[in-house]
C-alpha cells in the first residue's frame, strides 16, 4: 500500500483513538471473484473521507460491510468502538445502527410513502414509543434540514426532480441525527449547480451537527470542495489516503490520470469558488436558510448533537 498516513491521532491515557471507523484486513469475494483483500482503512471523527475508486473496484461493498449488511470472509471492522459481526449483541447492534445514517446509492426511497413517511421509517423502528404527531413534526424537521421545503414532506418521491429526491434521502439519513453519516454517490445525476448546491448541504451539516462522513463519489469537484482527505480504491486495497495535494504526490498511474488528468485540473478550483460562493450568500444574507443552506438551518436545533440516528435499511434494494 503506498500509505500517506492511515493513522488516527494519536491515543492518549488509554483512551481509544479518535477513528470513528477502522477496517482491518478486510476480506469480500462473491464466488471467485475477490473483491477486496487484506484492505485497512481509518476514517478520524469529525473528517469528509472521500472514498474513490474504478467502477466495480468496491466502494459499495465496503460501505455495506462497513454498516454490517454484507458479511466479510474475513478481517476486522470497528464502528464507534464497537465491533461489526454476526456475533454481536442485537441489543447493542440496534443501538448502533441507530448511531449512522445512510444514503444508498440508488436513493432507495419507498415510492409508496410521502417524503415525510419515508423519514418516519427509521424513527419507527428504532423509536416506536414517539407518538404520531411528534414524529411527523420531526420528519418535516429533517425535510427542512436537507434543503427541501416543507411542503415535500407531502409528496411522493415520484412528484419530486433526481435532486429532490437526493435530499429526501438524506433526510431520511439525518432521521435520528447520526454521529456518521454514509453517502454513496450523492451528486451522481445532478447538474453541476444542483450538485454544488449538495456539497455546500453537505459540509454545512458536518460543521452544524459535527458528522463525520464517509462519502463515495466519482466527482472531482466534490472531492476537492469538501473533503478533508480522500482514500483510493484499487487492486482490492485502499491504495492511499491522504489530502488530494499528498495523493498528487505520489507516482501511481491511476491517482494520476484521475486527479491530475483534464478533468481533475478543471476541478482543482472547486473548493474555492464553493468559499468565494460561501462568503458572496453570506454578505447578502446572514442568516441563510433554504434550498442550498443545508446546516445553517439546523441552530434551533438543540437535539442534533444527540447521536441516536440510523437508516441502516435498505429499502427496495
Ligand atoms: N451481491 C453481490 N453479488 C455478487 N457480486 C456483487 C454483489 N455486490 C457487488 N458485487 C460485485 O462486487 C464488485 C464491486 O461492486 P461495488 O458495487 O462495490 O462497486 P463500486 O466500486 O461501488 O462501483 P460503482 O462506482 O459503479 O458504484 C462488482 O464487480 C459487483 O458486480
Ligand atoms: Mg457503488
Not at 487484506?38 to 473528517?47: A, D, F
Not at 452544524?208 to 484499487?234: M, Q
Not at 436558510?289 to 438551518?297: D, F, I, L
Request: hydrophobic share 40%; net charge negative.
Amino acid at each position: 500500500m503506498t500509505e500517506i498516513e492511515t493513522e488516527c491521532p494519536q491515543a492518549q491515557d488509554g483512551q481509544p483513538d479518535d477513528c470513528p471507523i477502522v477496517v482491518e484486513g478486510l476480506r469480500n469475494a462473491f464466488g471467485e471473484h475477490v473483491i477486496h483483500e487484506n484492505l485497512s482503512l481509518r476514517v478520524r471523527k469529525g473528517e469528509i473521507l472521500g472514498v474513490v475508486g474504478g467502477s466495480g473496484t468496491g466502494k459499495s461493498v465496503l460501505m455495506r460491510s462497513i454498516i454490517g449488511l454484507q458479511q466479510p470472509d474475513a478481517g476486522k471492522i470497528t464502528v464507534l468502538g464497537h465491533s461489526i459481526d454476526e456475533s454481536a449483541d442485537e441489543e447493542d447492534d440496534v443501538d448502533l445502527r441507530s448511531r449512522w445514517g445512510v444514503l444508498f446509492q440508488g436513493g432507495a426511497l419507498f415510492s409508496t410513502l410521502t417524503v415525510g413517511e419515508n423519514v418516519e421509517v427509521p424513527l419507527k423502528q428504532f423509536f416506536p414509543e414517539i407518538g404520531d404527531e411528534l414524529r411527523a413534526e420531526i420528519a418535516r424537521f429533517k425535510v427542512r434540514l436537507a434543503g427541501l421545503s416543507e411542503d415535500t414532506a407531502y409528496k411522493y418521491p415520484s412528484e419530486l426532480s433526481g435532486g429532490m429526491r437526493k435530499r429526501a434521502g438524506l433526510a431520511r439519513a439525518l432521521a435520528l441525527d447520526p454521529e456518521l453519516l454514509f453517502l454513496d454517490e450523492p451528486t451522481a445525476g445532478l447538474d453541476p449547480i444542483g450538485a454544488a448546491a449538495f456539497d455546500r448541504l453537505t459540509r454545512g451539516l458536518k460543521e452544524t451537527l459535527g458528522l463525520t462522513v464517509f462519502l463515495i463519489t466519482h466527482d472531482l469537484d466534490t472531492l476537492h470542495a469538501i473533503c478533508d482527505r480522500v482514500a483510493v480504491l484499487a487492486d482490492k486495497q485502499v491504495i492511499a489516503v491522504g489530502t488530494i495535494p499528498e495523493l498528487l504526490a505520489l507516482d501511481h498511474p491511476w491517482i494520476q490520470e484521475y486527479f491530475n488528468g483534464p478533468r481533475g485540473r478543471a476541478a482543482l478550483g472547486a473548493r474555492d469558488e464553493i468559499a468565494e460562493e460561501d462568503a458572496a450568500e453570506a454578505m447578502i444574507t446572514p442568516a441563510p436558510s433554504g434550498e442550498t443552506s443545508g446546516g445553517n438551518n439546523s441552530a434551533d436545533d438543540s437535539s442534533a448533537n444527540n447521536n441516536s440516528g440510523n437508516d441502516s435499511n435498505e429499502p427496495g434494494a
